[in-house]
Every structure is written in C-alpha cells, then in structure tokens.
C-alpha cells in the first residue's frame, strides 16, 4: 500500500495541475455564461424550474464533452448549441403542458383593429427603424428585444422561439404542439405583431434612446 | 361590374392581408396570385414595405441571441 503514501512534493504539484486543468477554466468560463443561458432559455421555456434545469443539464454535457470541444470553435456557440439541444428535451418531457398552452392560444382571435381600418388600410404608418446594423450592434437592443418577448404570452412566446431560434420548420411545430398549420401560421403572425409593436414602443419609439 | 374593376378588385389586396401574407412568407412559400398580389402591393405601399424590413430585423435580431 506504499503508493498510496504520496511524496509530499508530487502531492503538491497535483494540486497545482487540478486548478488550472482545462475542465476547472471550462468550470469558469460556464460560470459566466449562465445569466445569458438563463435570460434564453426562461424567454422560451417560460417556467424558472425548466429553465434552471435545461442550464444545469448543458453545463454537464459541457463538462463531459468538454474533450469534443478542445477549443475548435467559440465556446458560447459550443454551449448554446447544447443548450438548444436541452430545451428541446424539455419541450417533449413537458409535452403535455406546453401544448396545452399553445392549443389555448390557438383559439384566441386577434384582429388588430387599431392598427387596421374595417376595409383592411392600415391607420397609422410603422416606424422607420432606421439602419439595423445600428440596432444589432448594441448590446442593450437584445435586452428590449428579450423584454418584449418575455412580455407575450407562453404559447406565443414559445412557437415563435421554436421558428426563430430552435430553427424548427412549421409543420413540426404543428407536430411537437398538436395544433393546425394555420393556427401555426396566425400565431407566428400575431407574436411578430405583438413584438414588433413594443420594439417600436420600447426602442424604436425613443424610449430607450 | 365591368371587367376592368372585376381585375383590380383581385389584383388589389389591403395592407391587413399583406401583413399576414409577409409574416406567412417567413414560414411557408408564397405561391401564384397571392405571390404576385404581395410583390404588386409592395411596389406602390411603403407601410407594408416597413413592416417587411421590420420583421426581417426581428428574425435576424433573435438568430443572433446567444452569439
């Protein structure tokens, strides 16, 4: 059993080599991250369980897969990568509750009526946003924009964060949720709507600026 | 009606469904009369004109979350 009385020097320099391995660094820089994975997932997630969870499951698979990774690519795209992988596990683990959400949504009607007069002419003209690059470029635009989809209700928030973030095709939306290709489509339209009015309110309106 | 009026009744269509026809374009193609009507409606409204550059920001604002 004498190899396992360890030479104190060498013991020493383990303890050296563990706090800067790669995987207490990875530890680290994960850490960082986790308000940015938090804010992403509970804007689709809408559940602070689900999205607690969903950030712990991606900083496991970080961890293990960390070899995989070996710094070949930016670690925020790694882990968000992960990450949408982990929501979508979610989404079908609570399959139930979230298309229920999305079914109830899906019967609501929405006409715009103060945006559009009864022949179909629109009253009043949108803004003009300018240059988007503008926008983009500014950290504080994706906290608005994060903000107002926070603001639409779980089923919107949800179906449009699956189009336009988890890249989903429409039909299987229709699928995962249970709903008809056009209450798919209504319900893309009305949450582009909803979130393109309170950009133009928050951000665009000079509310922000 | 006469002919002419029965023509740009069909070929006219209101900003409302020009909305729905640009958001629908984002999740499905867009085909014959309706893809013409919007590209027509596009031509001469500067409103709907906006509408589509402000939900192409959006797309391309929430693509980017996380990068």
């Known amino acids: 059993m004498g190899h396992l009385v360890a030479d ?12 800067s391995s ?8 994960l850490a960082a991250l986790r308000p940015t994975l938090l804010a992403i997932a509970r804007m689709q997630l ?14 496991v698979a970080a961890l293990e897969g960390s070899r995989k990774f070996a710094g070949q690519s930016q670690l925020k795209t790694w882990v968000v990568g992960i990450l949408k992988h982990k929501i979508i596990d979610q989404f079908r683990r609570t399959k139930r509750e979230v298309s229920s959400d999305a079914q109830l949504e899906a019967a609501q009607v929405e006409t715009f009526d103060e945006l559009f007069a009864a022949d179909g002419h629109r009253l009043n003209s949108p803004l003009d946003w300018g240059d988007p690059e503008e926008s983009l470029s500014r950290t504080q635009f994706f906290e608005v924009l994060q903000m107002c989809v926070d603001k639409l209700p779980a089923g919107l928030a949800r179906i449009f964060m699956m189009r336009e973030w988890l ?10 949720l249970g709903i008809t290709s056009t209450n798919c489509f209504v319900m893309l339209f009305r949450a582009r709507m909803r979130l393109r009015e309170c950009l133009e309110m928050q951000w665009f309106g000079g509310a922000a600026q | 009606m006469v002919w002419w009026r029965r023509a740009v ?11 729905r026809l640009l958001s629908e374009r984002m999740d499905r193609p867009i085909e014959g009369g309706e893809r013409w009507r919007l590209w027509l409606h596009l031509r001469i409204c500067e409103m709907c004109s906006r509408f589509e550059r ?11 979350l996380g990068q």
């Open chain 1, 22 to 29: 790669p995987e207490s660094s990875l530890q680290g820089s």
């Open chain 2, 9 to 19: 009744n069909w070929i006219r269509i209101p900003c409302s469904h020009a909305h």
């Open chain 1, 167 to 176: 890249d989903y095709e429409t039909d299987e939306i229709c699928k995962e």
């Open chain 2, 54 to 64: 402000q939900i192409d920001l959006m797309r391309s604002a929430v693509r980017r």
């Open chain 1, 8 to 19: 104190p020097a060498t013991a020493v320099d383990e303890v050296a080599v563990e706090a």
């Open chain 1, 46 to 59: 809408r559940n602070e369980t689900w999205a607690e969870d969903v950030v712990s499951e991606t900083f």
